[in-house]
């Protein structure tokens, strides 16, 4: 199995609390609105700021987890929240 995937798509998915917390900041919030523009838009370079402050271990943690994604890909868990979210 061959999984297209990103490691910034993976920080998203496994830091999204971090991310959205970046992005409140990036955007001026208390609160934000998943369903806004803005939210999807600036997702990915909110992801970068999340991945630019990892240590090294944890990056090499990511790389790891990226690789597992591409050859197994993602665990139950993750799809299960995947449909989920998308409903």
């Known amino acids: 199995m061959n999984i297209n995937v990103c490691t910034i798509d993976v920080v ?3 830091r999204k609390d971090d991310c959205e917390e970046v992005l409140k900041e990036m955007l001026g919030v208390d ?10 838009e600036k997702h990915k370079a909110t992801a970068k700021v ?4 990892l240590s090294m271990a944890e990056k090499d943690k990511l790389d790891a987890k990226v690789i597992k994604i ?7 868990e993750m799809q299960q929240k995947y449909v ?3 409903w």
């Not at 609160?31 to 999807?40: A, I, K, S, T, V």
């Not at 999340?50 to 402050?53: R, T």
């Not at 591409?70 to 139950?76: A, L, M, P």
């Open 84 to 86: 989920a979210s998308t």
């Open 31 to 40: 609160e934000l609105d998943r369903r806004g523009q803005e939210y999807f």
């Open 50 to 53: 999340v991945l630019d402050g």
């Open 70 to 76: 591409k050859e197994k890909g993602h665990d139950k």
């Open 12 to 14: 998203w998915r496994s």
